[in-house]
């Protein structure tokens, strides 16, 4: 059974930072791309940032380029979006996604497996 288990968010001032951890079990998580995604209420789920099996290709939303940075470590089966200088409107849900995809990708149809999502709220 392939579980995906988020886990970092909070409660954090405008300007802070936070890391986001994406624990992966029962999938080959090394041969997965992996991806985030966010969805703040009243709105619909959009990309936030993607990297490749091997950790060596990665991709951004223009929204948060600069200021996220995605990760992973095959050895423990676990994605990272380090998310730095926050604004309020990065407030959401996010989710990570694993997809058995030939390229990284933005769209959530390619992704085969989704977390339960962790809740990031920024005061201002």
């Known amino acids: 059974q392939v579980q995906l288990v988020e886990s970092g968010g909070g409660l954090v001032q405008a300007g802070g930072s936070l890391r986001l951890s994406c624990a992966a079990s029962?999938?080959?998580?090394?041969?997965?791309?992996m991806g985030w995604f966010r969805q703040a209420p009243g709105k619909e789920r959009e990309f936030v940032a993607a990297?490749?099996?091997?950790?060596?290709?990665?991709n951004y939303a223009d929204s948060v380029k600069g200021r996220f940075t995605i990760s992973r470590d095959n050895a423990k089966n676990t994605a990272y979006l380090q998310m730095n200088s926050l604004k309020p409107e990065d407030t959401a849900v996010y989710y990570c996604?694993?997809?058995?995809?030939?390229?990284?990708?933005?769209?959530?149809?390619?992704?085969?497996?989704w977390g339960q999502g962790t809740q990031v709220t920024v005061s201002s």
């Open positions: 996604a694993a997809g058995l995809l030939g390229v990284i990708s933005r769209l959530e149809i390619l992704y085969d497996y």
């Open positions: 990297i490749n099996w091997s950790g060596r290709s990665t």
């Open positions: 029962g999938l080959a998580f090394s041969s997965y791309n």
